[in-house]
């Protein structure tokens, strides 16, 4: 749910045409070909969308700080950011089949391993691993079908392809809840191992090799750069949690994030083939679906984290039903994108991503206004609308993307947009995370000085919030102080809820106007069959 794949319209990776590969002698088989790369993006979305529900009992079964349970997540965002257009690059340059078929097995292994991890740290490492082998099969499975299938099938490829990723994301969360709560939060893992062997099997044996002639080596300064500056923007805002934003550790990340971002610039101005065309950032448009690439993901996606710990840690629902509620979510995605995908042949697209990325905004704001009292069903509203709001943006958006570029650039600029899709995700929660833990420290600072015997007992109990241990500290107190402590929990923790709505959905509808503003059909390149209404 916190990811999309890049668009069907062009190549995600390099800025070199599909139309051109080098001649091979192998066959291979166009309709195993879509078998194999649609297990792998099943694999790939699923492992994205059922971590969120996991994440309570992976902080129980490690011990788990809120810091570590970000990181848990941000990592893979983070590698699947920065590697998104080298692996396109690498893939172009030793063929599409073999980096794939890499992805696969790095992305199969790393599972394995994220599965039998004893310690937070083992687990992000491998969740790290994990968005290695993503960044490498998302930025080669669309380009394999492209170069597998020609006129009326590749349609069909592509429509079979899309109907798999959103059953991915549909059933994500359900079956995330389901493994987690039956067996254990270690299967969300290990389930990707029989799919990951069977899609490397097909892969080696189905799948024919396809690489373009004369592709460029991949921008190797500007990827260390741009990983660097990054990983400090995102440390940054995590280490903020803990400390402040005033400690020297947080502001050195912060300003060496941007001083690493400049120098990044400086580099891609001045190599001859760019990980970033800088130029692309000239168009409004292609701007404008950056900023609502960011927008999406910083605000819905980045939330969910949130709402699962207050479902799981707050109301005490299993995984199995915190995924059962979040289906909401994604039934307000499916209800709206395939009417949003047909809309965008016949109407200007930011008539659907600014009020998408508005109805996103709203549902946030309607989820607000939670306290101690409140049950799950005070959700249910805005849920829906911000998941309608998401269906709108999601087909649209990734059609913009290559709509103002010219073919051969197609691959570089859905490239682009999937990473900054991986950077909202990333500041997002980090963000959020900082502004979230500050209210509910503050809030129970506040509120214990005025109880007779819990003054003093405070941060401690604020720490065990976050560590997801609140259940055994009201355990440990005295039966006639849990019951007040039990109340200050939930209103803290609804406290810190409400406040990050509000950021995010500020994002949001900040995210509707620019993207309204900026998006015009007089910038795409040319109206394809399909395409974005120019």
Partial sequence: MATSPPPASGPPNGDAPLAAPAPTAEPGNKWWTLVAVCLGTFMLLLDITVINVALPDIQQALGSSFAGLQWIVDVYALTLAALLLPAGSLADLYGRRLL?????????????????????LMLQISRGAQGVGGAIMFSVSLALLADAFRGKDRGVAFGVWGAITGLAVAIGPLLGGALTSGLSWRWIF?????????????????????RVAHA??????????????????VYGLIESNERSFSDTRVVGCLVGAGVLLVVFILIEMRVPHP??????????????????????????????????????????????????R?????????????????????????????????????????????????????????????GAGTGLVNPPLAS??????????AGMASGINSTFRQIGIATGIALLGTLFTGKVTADVLAQTQRVPGLS??????????????????????????????????????????????LVAAIIALAASVIAFATIRSKDFAARRPGGPAA
């Fill in 216 to 233: 460029r080596r991949p921008d190797l300064p500007g990827f260390i750069v741009f990983t660097l500056a990054l990983s400090s923007l």
């Fill in 275 to 324: 990980m970033f065309a800088l130029s692309l950032f000239r168009l409004p448009t292609f701007s404008g679906g950056a900023v609502a690439a960011v927008g999406i993901s910083a605000s819905l996606f980045s939330i969910l984290l949130y709402l699962v710990l207050y479902l799981q840690d707050v109301l005490g629902y299993s995984a199995f039903n915190t995924g059962l």
């Fill in 190 to 210: 290990f389930i990707n191992l029989p799919i990951g062997i069977i899609a490397v099997v097909l892969t080696f044996g189905r799948v024919r090799e396809s």
């Fill in 326 to 386: 979040l289906l909401l979510v994604s039934g307000g995605i499916m209800l709206t994108t395939p009417a949003a995908g047909r809309l965008s042949s016949h109407i200007p697209v930011r008539f659907l991503i600014g009020p998408g990325l508005l109805l996103v905004g709203i549902g946030l704001l309607l989820m607000r206004g939670l306290d101690a009292g409140s049950s799950w069903t005070h959700l249910i509203p805005g849920m829906l609308i911000a």
């Fill in 456 to 501: 003093g007992k405070g941060q401690r109990l604020a720490d065990a919030i976050q560590s997801g241990n609140d259940r055994g500290a009201v355990a440990a107190l005295p039966p006639a102080q849990r019951g007040t402590v039990e109340r200050i929990i939930r209103g803290s923790f609804t406290a810190g809820l409400d406040r990050i709505l």
């Fill in 100 to 120: 794939y078929v890499i992805g696969l097995a790095v992305f199969t292994i790393a599972s394995l391993l994220c599965g039998v991890s004893v310690s937070t």
């Fill in 400 to 409: 913009t993307a290559v709509g103002v570029v010219t073919p051969e650039r």
